[in-house]
């Protein structure tokens, strides 16, 4: 070991250990904050002198623990403490209050509610929060969501991210977030963009009812090319004018300058392979837009950029694409090649007739260069799944004349 190397390696343990006590430090803040959120609404239910307080008692609340030289605790925090504890109520159940208390290294008997509870609320002698495990056995949390799940994600996020998911109201959407926060390892802000732009509703496009039950049921979205689809994709991090007049190749170059956050809207286990990756075939050149590898597909994607509407040619230029990448590029161990065709416009209609007789994987997407806003997403959202549905009632009709 020479000097040089002393210094890396101490280095490297310094980093370590601080990210672990960063970690550990965070985990025991989100704890802390759940539990004084726990007892806020506690005593909102069954406080014997909380009719005193009404509708002040936070900003009360705020005020004498500011007194007391205790900083942090902000009538706005307090806030969010009580809503953690409301989206969270299963915390307060014995298995999963029994462990939380273990890591802040807090006797169960300390911190007994000291009040007369009516008959109803007496669930077991060791119960701290009556009320919030009340509020759970009325609407319970999704099976898979047990004492482990919530040790890894409070483990894994921050209290930041706790603070954009408790504004998610529905239950599987914000598990969903959830998920893709510990898989995906997304910062705060890109929690934030993705809850914004209906990440959820834009992959729920693209997912039939069992993926969605799969989700509520068992703790994971089924992996298979048409469920890594979303539809549309937001680029709004490329600052492109929605009007402007710009050329394919200047949509592939600013998605390369801005790789990083296009991956994030692609989704977990994308790598980047190549742009303009060279095809030739009887001596012509052709040269696909951009190709990735997905992960736990094990497979190749290939995405071609188009700016205006989708046409039924597009498919037919994708598939002779896909067949080349599956018999000269694609190793012997890995599945078939995947299709992208990121438009600007499509109709549902144009596209089934387009891809339904391919042999190959192949995909559409509409493509936004700016994030509208939440209604008219959410219209655009509405039309598209109503266009698909009548796309799927017009095969099955085709099929049962056939």
Same mark, same amino acid.
């Given at each position: ?13 310094? $980093? ?32 014997? %002198? ?45 298995? $999963? ?49 047990? $004492? ?20 998610? %109201? ?25 809850? $914004? ?53 200047? @949509? ?16 977990? %286990? ?17 040269? @696909? ?114």
């Amino acid at each position: 070991m020479n000097y040089e190397e002393l210094i890396n390696d101490i280095s490297n343990i310094n $980093n370590t250990t601080l990210a672990t006590v960063v970690r550990a430090v965070n985990k025991i803040l989100t704890i802390r904050n759940w539990l004084i959120g726990a007892y806020i609404f506690e005593y909102e239910q069954n406080g014997v %002198d909380r009719a005193a307080y009404g509708t002040q008692l936070i900003k009360k609340l705020a005020d004498d623990l500011k007194s007391r030289k205790i900083e942090g605790l902000s009538d706005r925090n307090l806030k969010n403490f009580r809503q953690f504890a409301l989206t969270y109520p299963a915390l307060a159940t014995n298995d $999963n209050i029994s462990a939380i208390l273990s890591e802040v290294s807090i006797p169960l008997n300390q911190l007994q509610i000291r009040q007369s509870l009516p008959a109803e609320f007496r669930i077991s002698a060791n119960n701290l929060f009556p009320a919030l495990v009340s509020r759970e056995l009325q609407n319970p949390s999704l099976i898979w969501q047990d $004492n482990n799940y919530y040790q890894s994600l409070f483990s894994r996020i921050s209290w930041t991210h706790m603070v954009e998911l408790i504004r998610v %109201d529905n239950t599987t959407k914000r598990a969903f977030y959830e998920l893709e926060c510990i898989k995906s390892n997304w910062s705060t802000r890109e929690l934030k963009r993705q809850i $914004n732009s209906m990440l959820y509703e834009r992959v729920g496009l693209s997912k039939d009812k069992e993926a969605v039950l799969a989700l509520a049921n068992e703790g994971q979205l089924i992996d298979s090319p048409e469920k890594i689809l979303r539809d549309p994709y937001i680029l709004e991090f490329l600052n492109l004018e929605e009007r402007a007049s710009y050329s394919e190749s200047d @949509l592939e170059e600013a998605l390369i300058n801005h790789l990083q956050e296009f991956m994030h809207e692609l989704g977990r %286990d994308f790598c980047f392979v190549d742009r303009q990756f060279r095809i030739t075939v009887g001596g012509e050149h052709y040269f @696909l837009d951009l190709l990735f590898y997905h992960r736990s597909l094990q497979c190749l994607i290939a995405i071609d950029l188009k700016l205006g509407k989708f046409k039924h040619d597009y498919a037919g230029k994708m598939n002779f694409y896909l067949n080349y990448l599956r018999e000269n590029v694609a190793y012997p161990h890995e599945n078939y090649p995947v299709g992208i065709l990121l438009c600007a416009e499509k109709d549902a209609e144009e596209v089934y007739y387009a891809t339904a007789a391919l042999d190959n994987q192949l995909f559409v997407s509409r493509y936004m260069v700016a994030l509208p806003s939440e209604e008219t997403l959410k219209q655009w959202l509405k039309e598209e799944q109503d266009r698909l549905e009548k796309q799927f009632d017009f095969g099955s009709t085709k099929k049962r004349d056939s």
